[in-house]
């Protein structure tokens, strides 16, 4: 019923997006608060519009090998027992600081940009789409690994651009990870 409301209240929101499989995602986002799950999603279409999201797949020059190699993020082959992806990424092996002063905050973010809409709607989510009958990826495990995580990843300089990313994926993909784990995480303190 919470399902329908959100549907009749977006129903002016002509983005692809706007289809129950990923408007459901901001009403479990938002436990169920239709006027919540509403504004957010509005916010999250508003700002794929503005910063050109939904272009970036086919339209962005890949960086650097150097950020590439750097910042290792990917989608696993095969699928939890669930039957969803799971997505990797080794934050404690990305050199966080390095590419900050290589590449810019900017730049970085859009790379992260480009890496989740790869990993969501990119060549392999077509192919799971393909073998799952037309179902698209809804929601996914997300693996985060910590292995070589230091204080060098928590420098004053860094906290910008750690919050601006995780504002991002907050804000503007909620609900796509369905369980995170951690795995590997160094003892800091």
């Known amino acids: 019923a919470k399902l329908w409301q959100l549907h009749d209240r977006l129903t002016d929101v002509t983005h692809w997006k706007n289809q129950p499989n990923e408007v459901v995602r901001y009403l479990r986002d938002a436990h169920g608060n239709v006027k919540n799950s509403e504004a957010k999603f509005r916010?999250?279409?508003?700002?794929?519009?503005?910063?050109?999201?939904?272009?970036?797949?086919?339209?962005?020059?890949?960086?650097?090998?150097?950020?590439q190699r750097y910042l290792p993020t990917t989608v696993l082959e095969g699928c939890d027992k669930e039957g969803d992806p799971i997505w990797l990424e080794r934050v404690g092996a990305a050199d966080s600081w390095g590419l900050l002063k290589a590449f810019g905050h900017d730049d970085l973010i859009r790379y992260a940009v480009?890496?989740?809409?790869?990993?969501?709607?990119?060549?392999?989510?077509?192919?799971?789409?393909?073998?799952?009958?037309?179902?698209?990826?809804m929601r996914a495990t997300a693996i985060i690994d910590l292995e070589g995580l230091n204080w060098s990843h928590l420098k004053p300089g860094l906290l910008p651009l750690l919050r601006d990313g995780l504002?991002?994926?907050?804000?503007?993909?909620?609900?796509?990870?369905?369980?995170?784990?951690?795995?590997?995480a160094p003892a800091l303190f």
């Open 167 to 184: 504002h991002i994926v907050q804000e503007y993909y909620c609900g796509f990870g369905k369980k995170v784990i951690v795995i590997r």
């Open 114 to 137: 480009y890496i989740r809409e790869v990993c969501i709607r990119g060549e392999w989510a077509r192919d799971y789409q393909r073998r799952r009958n037309g179902r698209p990826p």
């Open 43 to 67: 916010r999250m279409v508003d700002w794929r519009i503005s910063e050109e999201v939904d272009d970036i797949v086919t339209d962005y020059v890949l960086p650097h090998p150097l950020m």
